[in-house]
């Protein structure tokens, strides 16, 4: 529930509690009536007992129910308040990032508040009546990431904010700096600064700097590869990225299943995302070309490319691999 004072919004953290314990507190008003016409001292004995459970029912279940904390939005930024200890989120005075994710399950999602030295998740409960139509409008938006990827380790359930209150949350983002919905900030596994900022995608290394720009032709593609390190092998997916002089190769872990094929009631935009994940072996890609980032966000950079404009002639020929470099 969405609470104000004066320029401030507060978002309980922690699942709804049961209300059984404040039921029970009402219910035993009751209790005397039985004693009416009993002698006085026994009814007045029954009216302390029964003063006395309702009291300890009722503070019991005030106990339960108080929130975990609280996700402050006031006039300088998003925190996030447990047990009085206040941990900065975001500022609204320095460039963020929010990304909504979604387990395919649509039993959890998280919103992934990125800035360009830290990501934070905030965790969302998507399951209950109440919060349906808040749970579908943060489906809509999410990326989609495979159930085996545990978006649960990322914040535990005493942490979450309901879909009604997370869509609050994203609607007054929207109002105050509605860039930061467009924006992704993440680093790669060399150090590399990844920024997805509207139509730009810029990967900064060592004093290089290669740009995408999303409103000008690109070549892409996804792709997934295996490399062998010692006697192990493992399965890693890839986006490779060309404009111009600009080339590189975004790598991460396969997740441990694939989004499952789309049944015919699925939402569209879970088909394209399937779509955008479906693998195609390759071979290795030049270690040199290579970025690691968190596979939870190779979907939102695919994304982003799917919406930029194809070159009109056909993709030149990758150069082959070079020696094997895990990169990630």
Do not use: N
């Amino acid at each position: 529930m969405l609470r104000m004072a004066v320029s401030e919004a507060r978002f309980p953290l922690g699942p709804p509690a049961s209300r059984k314990l404040a039921r029970l507190a009402i219910a035993s008003v009751v209790l005397p009536v039985p004693f009416l016409w009993a002698p006085a001292i026994v009814f007045h004995l029954s009216l302390v007992v029964t003063a006395a459970l309702a009291i300890g029912l009722a503070i019991a279940h005030r106990v339960r129910s108080k929130p975990r904390g609280y996700v402050v939005v006031d006039a300088l930024g998003v925190d996030r308040v447990i047990a009085g200890k206040r941990d900065c989120v975001a500022k609204l005075s320095e460039p963020f990032g929010v990304t909504v994710l979604a387990s395919q399950a649509r039993k959890r999602a998280l919103l992934a508040i990125t800035t360009p030295t830290a990501t934070r998740f905030i965790g969302v409960r998507l399951e209950g009546p109440l919060d349906r139509e808040a749970a579908t409008l943060l489906v809509e938006r999410a990326s989609i990431v495979a159930d085996g990827d545990a978006l649960a380790a990322h914040a535990s359930d005493a942490e979450t904010l309901s879909a009604k209150d997370a869509v609050a949350l994203m609607r007054i983002v929207r109002e105050r700096v509605p860039a930061a919905l467009e924006r992704l900030f993440l680093s790669g596994t060399r150090g590399e600064r990844i920024t997805l900022d509207g139509t730009e995608l810029r990967v900064e290394a060592k004093g290089t700097s290669r740009l995408i720009d999303l409103e000008m032709p690109v070549e892409w593609r996804g792709f997934l590869f295996h490399e062998a390190l010692g006697p192990a092998a493992s399965i890693y997916q890839a986006t490779w990225i060309r404009q111009g002089s600009s080339e590189l190769v975004f790598v991460a872990p396969m997740p441990t299943e694939l989004l499952l094929s789309p049944k015919s009631e699925s939402p569209r935009r879970l088909t394209q995302q399937q779509k955008l994940l479906a693998p195609a072996p390759d071979e290795p890609p030049p270690g040199d070309l290579r970025t690691g980032i968190e596979r939870v966000f190779m979907l939102p950079v695919r994304e982003a490319l799917s919406r930029a404009p194809r070159p009109s002639r056909a993709p030149a020929t990758r150069r082959p691999s070079s020696s094997p470099d895990l990169g990630v």
